[in-house]
Nanobody
Framework: QVQLVESGGGLVQAGGSLRLSCAAS????????VGWFRQAPGKEREFVAA????????YYADSVKGRFTISRDNAKNTVYLQMNSLKPEDTAVYYC???????????????????WGQGTQVTVSS
């Protein structure tokens, strides 16, 4: 099992920034791909960003490209999501996830992720 705990969410004005963190524990984490997803009220959970086990080839949803940056520090077993130029439509619960298999390419497919955190709320006011 891999346990994931997100932090860093909160309330921010439009145009502001937040950095989310996702701390992993348990089974080996450094050789697993990771992703961030979000779910807004009344909507389905959607892909935000993903990164492979080596920290290369980041992949972003079009809605966040150029504003969000995903990164990882395998020495700290932590994944980050730097969010800049936030918009009210970014308001959601943000989840980090880790793949069940080792290595593999970056993917946006939710079914490729086996381990999920409990989520952290991000609210962007206009």
């Amino acid at each position: 099992q891999v346990q994931l705990v997100e932090s860093g969410g909160g309330l921010v004005q439009a145009g502001g920034s937040l950095r989310l963190s996702c701390a992993a524990s348990g089974r080996t984490f450094s050789n697993r791909g990771v992703g961030w997803f979000r779910q807004a009220p009344g909507k389905e959970r959607e892909f935000v960003a993903a990164l492979d086990w080596a920290g290369s080839t980041p992949y972003y949803a079009d809605s966040v490209k150029g504003r969000f940056t995903i990164s990882r520090d395998n020495a700290k077993n932590t994944v980050y999501l730097q969010m800049n130029s936030l918009k009210p439509e970014d308001t959601a619960v943000y989840y980090c996830a880790a793949r069940g298999t080792y290595y593999g390419p970056t993917t946006a497919r939710q079914e490729s992720y086996e381990y999920w955190g409990q989520g952290t709320q991000v609210t962007v006011s206009s």
